[in-house]
């Protein structure tokens, strides 16, 4: 292997990994809140109790989040130090920011949230929870603002010696790749959060543990569970649909599988793309359909591959079609099943629907599949630019740092992450089979 | 512009030292405060609610560095590529060590994770001074600003160094001691009964090591780096910050032993900061010298960011600043006072 891919590997798998955690807890802040606004509103200190055992959870998770984010920050210099060198004027604002803004808020008072709920008062604690919500959100606004820059500079100028400098803020904070990619982001997380909380809720309904709280997981896991997944399909999923075919056209290509420019294009549901021959073998399509989503209009001309150089094609097609197509048919598949959940649940069976419980606790890999996938096709797709139009991604590696020298810290983090993944399981599960507490032990 | 961004990173780099600082102190002392399961609970829970504020000091330190000083930011983090590497997997082990020792009740566990935290914390330290010493000794930069150092040559800082050489290990050395003189005053200050009394013994022992090991740094740091002697000759009022540090460590001694225990914790983060400025005082305005042509160093000048950005920045930045003091205020009194052994985190 080249040193330029294992770069590129060190980055997409420590990232990857990273984001199976903060994908959980800025989602779960947000149900946590929820859960204390709950326990004020009524009273109860049922949600109360409820609130505390996801608290734990989310501990956990968000040490995991914590340890496995700092190679992140760093990452950008060790393996990436002359993108980082050209583009650090401009994208190191909002990683700074996020540090300034974002990760004192929350350090600060997490701790207050997990072990303050006695000393604090009702009042008190839930202004904690909203602060480690708020803490959590800004830092997905400023994290996926950079990503935003990558995807679509804006608010830049070359400089004297092709260093790329900061000309207008605003146009960095308000990019218009910015809005859609942060509500799906966050969309996406509410998603594995409430998917993650639906499951551990029918767990406990099916084992007959923790009766009432298992129904609040479920029924707060299906509803919240329900409007995300709505929201990712629309407005958010298709605003950025229309800014990929706008900004990016040779990446919807490629999402899509379309080799050749049409007219009246299909939308293929599935097939593989075939590099050898430029087509799609075994294709499943909804014939036109492609130029409708995109441009409103049957007849619409949809760009295919061929009317882009090959050299701006995204550099592993295939790969780029089949996550974007996992994460639809995750998607898709998600929706349905939380319909007739959300159904039942509103025609009062859904506790008694053993079958239905099945699936909604089989489903917890599924959204953290699908937020993967659909990462992997924002990231792959931007490729062979590391920022669009701007900057190839070899021209940023670190040159200095050898394909030996990366290899040895990326087989070093493959180990580390083995070990944290087998302690983070062991962990959670433990949590979950205690469960939680009973209302009454306050 | 480039000068008062300079002396902000500095500040927070400070900031982060003091305070994660007192964190890696506790954990080199960790085995020697604390025998018993219980005791070593305690000296967790000493800096078990703050640990985490005090570490995204040096990720927003990191963050500020990387759009003030980009340059600068891509050229370290690549050259000194392998140690940074070793720094993160070692925080990993210290966060993870910390936070999930008191999830599983058992004699297997405990040990475990008490021994992760005291070897990443000490290791750190070391690691830390290495990289201080790397940086004032100065690094085989090219004309593009780049370098790459293997971790050792022939241990000799001349024209070919590596991240370790005599000098940097002695800087490594010297930061494990003075650390461990600091957490050991902060375990002092949070505790009581047995642990308290031999935090103070430590800390006693610790302060002679600090006073050998930072005099022999600051005579081998002149004779490695000639552009100390150059900076303080050129601005001799810059001799007040090695007064300051003598006379915060003279302190340190004279309130440990009267049992002034706040207030020797107060003079270590005094003789901490005392010490950086000095060094960052020596060697400013350069941010990375070069080892052979001087003309090659980073400096303020040519490794920051375009004057808007560091106008825009300055902006968000100060209410940012302004805001973290607040939280700080808040976390810190609302823990504040002695950490008690039948409390549990």
């Known amino acids: 292997m080249d040193a330029l891919t294992i770069h590129r590997l060190h980055f997409a798998f420590t990232v990857t990994f990273h984001y199976l955690f903060p994908q959980l807890t800025m989602g779960l802040a947000l149900l946590i809140l929820i859960l204390k606004t709950m326990a004020l509103r009524t009273g109860n200190p049922h949600y109360a109790s409820a609130a505390r055992f996801w ?33 650090g004027g401009v994208i190191g604002q909002t990683l700074a920011m996020e540090g ?10 997490l701790g207050a949230f997990l072990f303050g709920e006695k000393r604090l008062g009702p009042k008190a604690h839930w202004f904690t929870a909203l602060l480690v919500f708020l803490g959590s959100w800004m830092s997905g606004f400023l994290i996926v603002a950079t990503d ?4 679509h500079p804006t608010g830049y100028a070359v400089g004297a010696h092709g260093e790329m400098v900061l000309t207008s803020f605003w146009s960095l904070l308000l990019n218009p790749w910015l809005g859609w990619q942060y509500i799906h982001t966050m969309a996406g997380s509410v998603v594995t959060a409430s998917a993650v909380m639906a499951a551990v809720g029918a767990f406990y309904l099916l084992t007959g543990n923790h009766q009432e709280h298992g129904r609040t997981f479920v029924r707060l896991g299906v509803i919240e569970g329900i409007l995300a997944t709505v929201v990712m399909l629309f407005p958010s999923g298709d605003g950025q649909g229309r800014n990929i075919a706008w900004h990016q056209p040779v990446t919807l290509a490629a999402m899509e599988g379309l080799f050749t420019t049409e007219q009246g294009a299909p939308l293929a549901i599935l097939g593989q793309p075939d590099m050898e021959h430029h087509r799609l073998d075994n294709p499943l399509v909804v014939p036109r359909a492609l130029s409708f989503l995109t441009y409103q209009s049957w007849k619409a001309e949809v760009k295919g591959l061929d009317s882009f150089p090959p050299q701006n094609w995204p550099d592993n097609v295939p790969l780029v079609y089949y996550s974007y197509h996992i994460m639809i048919g995750l998607g898709t598949i998600f929706l349905a099943v939380l319909a007739v959940a959300a159904f039942r649940l509103w025609r009062g069976a859904l506790y008694r629907s053993r079958g239905l419980l ?22 792959v797709g931007r490729q062979p630019w590391l920022i ?9 590696v670190s040159a200095q740092v050898s394909s030996g020298n990366a290899l040895f810290t990326l087989i070093g983090f493959l180990g580390i992450y083995t070990i944290l993944s087998i302690l983070f399981l062991f962990l959670v599960y433990r949590e979950i089979e205690e469960g939680p507490e009973p209302a009454a032990a306050v | 512009m480039e000068t008062i961004w300079f002396w902000l990173v500095a500040c927070m780099l400070v900031a982060y030292v003091i305070f994660d600082g007192f964190d890696f102190g506790a954990g080199i002392v960790h085995f020697f405060v604390a025998r018993t399961n219980d005791e070593r609970r305690v000296v967790l829970s000493t800096i078990g609610p703050v640990w985490d504020g005090n570490e995204v000091w040096l990720l927003a330190a990191g963050g500020t560095l990387y759009f003030a000083f980009p340059a600068l930011y891509a050229s370290s983090f690549s050259g000194f590529y392998l140690p940074l590497m070793m720094v993160l997997w070692l925080l990993i082990l210290r966060g993870v060590s910390i936070e999930f020792r008191n999830h599983v009740e058992s004699s297997v566990w405990y040990p475990l994770w008490d021994a992760g935290f005291a070897i990443s914390s000490a290791l750190l330290a070391i690691f830390f001074g290495a990289a201080l010493g790397n940086v004032v000794r100065g690094v085989p930069l090219d004309r593009s600003g780049e370098f790459f150092l293997p971790l050792w040559t022939d241990w000799t800082p001349g024209q070919s160094p590596g991240i370790l050489d005599w000098y940097t290990v002695l800087a490594g050395v010297t930061v494990l001691a003075v650390l461990a003189l600091h957490g050991a005053l902060w375990v002092a200050f949070k505790t009581t009964g047995e642990i308290e009394v031999r935090a103070c013994r430590v800390a006693s022992r610790a302060w002679w090591g600090v006073l050998v090991l930072v005099n022999l740094l600051t005579v081998a740091s002149f004779r490695v780096q000639p552009r100390l002697q150059a900076s303080f000759a050129a601005r001799p009022w810059g001799w007040v910050f090695p007064f300051v540090a003598i006379a915060a460590l003279l302190m340190v001694a004279v309130m440990n032993y009267r049992v002034w225990e706040r207030a020797a914790f107060l003079a270590s983060s005094l003789f901490l900061a005392a010490m950086l400025v000095s060094v960052t005082f020596g060697l400013y305005p350069c941010v990375l010298p070069s080892n052979g042509d001087p003309a090659l160093s980073l400096t303020i000048t040519n490794a920051s960011a375009a004057p808007y950005g560091l ?17 700080f205020v808040y976390a810190y009194r609302s823990f504040a006072g002695k950490v008690g052994v039948e409390e549990r985190t």
């Not at chain 1, 995991?64 to 583009?87: D, L, Y």
């Not at chain 1, 935003?148 to 995807?151: I, L, V």
């Not at chain 2, 106008?311 to 939280?327: D, E, N, R, S």
């Open chain 1, 388 to 396: 669009y139009g701007v900057m190839r991604t070899p021209a940023g």
């Open chain 1, 358 to 379: 099945w699936v909604l606790m089989m489903m917890l890999p599924f959204p953290y599949i699908a937020n993967t996938a659909g990462w992997i096709t924002a990231e």
């Open chain 1, 148 to 151: 935003a820059w990558m995807q």
């Open chain 1, 55 to 87: 608290a734990k959870i989310f501990a956990i998770n968000f040490a995991m989040g914590v340890v496995t984010g700092i190679p992140m920050e760093f990452q950008f210099g060790t393996n990436w130090s002359r993108f980082s060198k050209t583009a």
């Open chain 2, 311 to 327: 106008h825009i920045g300055l902006v968000w930045f100060i209410p940012g600043m302004l805001l973290t003091a607040a939280y």
């Open chain 1, 100 to 109: 300034v803004f974002s990760f004192f808020l929350e350090s600060s008072f």
